[in-house]
């Protein structure tokens, strides 16, 4: 007997679910085209090194040695081979680029996720306006608006603001990197040992609000009222408030700041954003502006923002149009494949009937409620009735 179990973390799709995410493939792929989008893809392999900047013990890889004993892995990432695919090849910027593939991580056990996900994402590089940003968004709530009824919240953040913020109070990495965790990972008592070492700067009552700093717009900027931030953090927040202003905007469109969690990537620079539906823990969409991520491939930076979108969980998410449709299945004889060939060119939504005899193929039809055609001995259409042979 074989081995007929999947690989852990790996599973086979079909029927609804399997539909499900061809039809939001399919919608994603005709909005992007109408919006100018150029489509790229890249392979499921790629050396190691492409992804060696970034920690590849958190992205748990798979990996393989090809034929010269190179480690390749199965990319864990869809943004980096773009960046490699960019500094490889002549495509002049700027340009939006989009992709629809498989990525393979090996999720923490009895996690609930899969190591092998779709996902979908959108690549704006060479722009440096925040309206790259708003087109991230913008689809966002396109896609909230058409597959999950508008439910989908934005949550904006900022890469640097942290960072940005730890900088002016001390140059010592360690302490920094202990201050993050702690803050990210909210843990909350040894977080608040280690901002003691700064009780009497001026910047010590935020320190311990910001923890907390997450919540609605109106939120967050009630908790920051009178508190001086160093002029970085201050530029970066009022990047994380414009935008969150102007999506706050759309009707309907709820909007939430969170000014407390660890960036989604570690290529992230700039503004980031998620959208999740309330009472799913993980996010449908993640994304933001990586302005550095091109110099790690080629010697030139280049502005870029651009986010993934879960078509797991958004296709799990969905439901599929009603399709009440009448069916007319076609009955033919073996023999008349080549005639066959020629009606169903004329009639695209024609069904074959695979049945032996068409009083066979007739009984299950009605049953069904479809309708029967079959051909003739002259290779014509015909009409079956269900009571013209009893
Ligand atoms: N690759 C990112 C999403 C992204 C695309 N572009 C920029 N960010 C992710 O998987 O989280």
Redesign the pocket.
């Known amino acids: 007997m074989h081995k007929i179990n999947l690989p852990l973390g790996t599973r086979a799709e079909f029927g609804e679910g399997a539909l499900k995410k061809q039809t939001v493939i399919a919608d994603l792929h005709r909005c992007l085209q109408a919006r100018n989008f150029m489509k790229v893809d890249t392979p499921l392999l790629e050396y190691q090194e492409v992804f060696a900047n970034f920690d590849l013990k958190q992205m748990r890889t798979y990996q393989l040695l090809d034929k010269n004993n190179q480690t390749v892995v199965l990319r864990p990432?869809?943004?980096?081979p773009?960046a490699r695919l960019l500094a490889t090849t002549n495509i002049k910027l700027p340009e939006k680029f989009y992709y629809v593939g498989d990525?393979f991580k090996i999720a923490k056990e009895l996690s609930g996720r899969n190591n092998q996900m779709t996902?979908a994402?959108?690549?704006l590089v060479g722009y440096t306006s925040i309206k790259a940003e708003l087109e991230c968004l913008l689809l966002i709530n396109r896609i909230s608006r058409k597959w999950l009824d508008g439910r989908v919240k934005i949550e904006i953040g900022h890469a640097r603001f942290a960072d940005d913020l730890l900088s002016s109070l001390t140059i010592d990495e360690d302490l920094k990197q202990q201050i993050k965790q702690t803050l990210f990972h909210k843990k909350i008592p040894e977080y608040e040992n280690l901002i003691a070492l700064f009780a009497d700067r001026p910047v010590y009552p935020f320190l311990q609000k910001w923890p907390r700093l997450f919540g609605s717009i109106q939120a967050v900027a009630q908790m920051l009222k009178g508190i001086d931030l160093t002029p970085s953090a201050k530029r970066a927040l009022t990047k994380v408030m414009t935008v969150a202003d102007l999506i706050a905007k759309i009707p309907g469109q709820e909007v939430m700041i969170d000014l407390s969690a660890a960036p989604?990537?570690q290529?992230?620079t700039g503004l980031t954003f998620k959208g999740f539906v309330d009472d799913l823990p993980d996010y449908l969409f993640?994304?933001?502006r990586?302005d550095q991520l091109l110099a790690d491939f080629q010697s030139q930076a280049e502005a870029?923002?651009?986010?993934?979108i879960d078509i797991d969980l958004l296709a799990e998410r969905i439901k599929l149009p009603e399709k009440q449709q009448r069916k007319t299945y076609l009955f033919f004889q073996a023999d008349q494949a080549a005639q066959a060939a020629k009606i169903l060119a004329e009639h695209n939504d024609l069904v074959l009937s695979l049945e032996d005899d068409w009083q066979t193929a007739a009984r299950k039809a009605h049953a069904i409620g479809a309708d029967l055609l079959k051909i003739n001995e002259k290779g014509e259409v015909e009409h079956v009735f269900e009571n013209s042979f009893d």
């Open positions: 990432d869809l943004t980096l773009i990525l996902q994402g959108i690549e989604p990537q290529y992230y993640s994304g933001g990586y870029a923002v651009g986010m993934g």
